[in-house]
């Protein structure tokens, strides 16, 4: 974290102090007549009891600071390991959307170019393999991520949520229109995790650059 100096007047009352205090020390006590001085005391007593308190709310203010700056580090730190989890797991699954996307619309291709084989996509085309459990931290945490990431995180679950329902099905292949569905989602899955790698990308650099 960044050591915070004290600001300029805080500097400048500190160097007064020192230089009235080596003063002093080279000089002695300046002579004073106590006749002189009784007449003073309530004044001298209320200048000390400013500077008391000047001084207290110095350090006062200067641990209310430094709290605020340990939190804002904290959260900073939170938000970015949640970052660079999401940012893997969602690379991953862009990976694995896009092959199989490619994987069922070959296979529809081929069925629509053989009039002889059964219209129908075998499981082992589907099925997206990709861990995204951070994904439902992202969802309960959404106050740690900019707006613009509100609607990819929340179009990524619906889909992965609907190609859930396809895989759990106990059916050996999928009709054409079920694997063009399937398809289609792989493919909003790999542009929609783009778009929040991209604000990831952001993010992590700019606490990156907070934390230099």
Same mark, same amino acid.
């Given at each position: 974290?960044?050591?915070?100096?004290?600001? +300029?007047?805080?500097?400048?009352?500190?160097f007064l102090a020192a230089a009235i205090i080596a003063a002093i020390a080279v000089a002695g006590p =300046?002579? /004073?007549?106590?006749?002189?001085?009784?007449? $003073?005391?309530?004044?001298?007593?209320?200048?000390?009891?400013?500077? *008391? @308190?000047?001084? *207290? %709310?110095?350090?006062?203010?200067? !641990?209310? #600071?430094?709290?605020?700056? @340990?939190? *804002?580090?904290?959260?900073?730190? &939170?938000?970015?390991?949640? %970052?660079? #989890?999401?940012?893997?797991?969602?690379?991953?699954?862009?990976?694995?959307?896009?092959?199989?996307?490619?994987? =069922?619309?070959?296979?529809?291709?081929?069925?629509?170019?053989?009039?002889?084989?059964?219209?129908?996509?075998?499981?082992?085309?589907?099925?997206?393999?990709?861990?995204?459990?951070?994904? &439902?931290? /992202?969802?309960? #945490?959404?106050?740690?991520? +900019?707006? +613009?990431?509100?609607? +990819? =995180?929340?179009?990524? #679950?619906?889909?992965?949520?609907?190609?859930?329902? $396809?895989?759990? !099905?106990?059916?050996? @292949?999928?009709?054409? @229109?079920?694997?063009?569905?399937?398809?289609?989602?792989?493919?909003?899955?790999?542009? &929609?995790?783009?778009?929040?790698?991209?604000?990831?990308?952001?993010?992590? &650099?700019?606490?990156?650059?907070?934390?230099?």
């Amino acid at each position: 974290m960044k050591q915070n100096l004290p600001g +300029p007047a805080a500097m400048a009352l500190m160097f007064l102090a020192a230089a009235i205090i080596a003063a002093i020390a080279v000089a002695g006590p =300046i002579p /004073a007549r106590y006749e002189v001085l009784k007449d $003073f005391q309530p004044s001298i007593a209320a200048v000390i009891a400013l500077v *008391a @308190a000047g001084v *207290a %709310y110095v350090r006062a203010t200067a !641990s209310v #600071r430094y709290n605020r700056q @340990a939190d *804002a580090q904290k959260v900073r730190n &939170e938000k970015l390991g949640l %970052y660079l #989890r999401l940012r893997s797991q969602i690379h991953r699954m862009m990976t694995d959307a896009v092959q199989t996307a490619h994987d =069922i619309d070959d296979q529809v291709k081929a069925i629509l170019n053989d009039s002889n084989r059964v219209p129908r996509v075998p499981r082992a085309h589907f099925g997206l393999r990709s861990d995204l459990d951070e994904l &439902e931290r /992202a969802w309960q #945490r959404l106050d740690f991520f +900019p707006a +613009p990431a509100f609607g +990819p =995180i929340e179009t990524i #679950r619906s889909h992965v949520k609907r190609l859930a329902h $396809f895989d759990e !099905s106990e059916k050996e @292949a999928l009709d054409l @229109a079920y694997a063009r569905i399937y398809a289609r989602s792989c493919t909003i899955l790999f542009e &929609e995790g783009r778009t929040l790698a991209d604000i990831l990308d952001g993010e992590i &650099e700019q606490i990156r650059g907070c934390n230099l």
